[in-house]
């Protein structure tokens, strides 16, 4: 069972970003939520983080880590700007676990 559609309520007035959080669990081979939603347009910036384990987390088409992006017990941050309106993959290389990144139009 996946984790229900999930819109962040963390907008920042005056910052013009959407932050949203991502966790891994590497345990039961999931990531929550499994759906992020952010617009075109709008800066976002994704809290990744580690329970458990190192991860290497890339968004299909904004962002592709190359290395740890995350260690375990950390909260570290990726950020990017979507200019693309549609579905995306969320991947997480070593372990394999995806989830969805959509963007709206704003």
Known sequence: ???PHWRSRALR???GRKV???IHKVDGLRLF????VLVAGLPARVHNISLIA???VSFKLFYK???FNTRPREINF??????QVGEF???HKIYGIQGTLVVETP
């Open 65 to 67: 880590a190359d290395d």
């Open 78 to 83: 990726v950020e990017f700007t979507p200019d």
């Open 1 to 3: 069972m996946t984790s």
């Open 20 to 22: 949203v959080d991502l």
């Open 54 to 56: 190192g991860h290497q």
């Open 33 to 36: 939520p499994d759906k992020l």
């Open 13 to 15: 007035r005056g910052k």
């Open 89 to 91: 993959t969320i991947l």
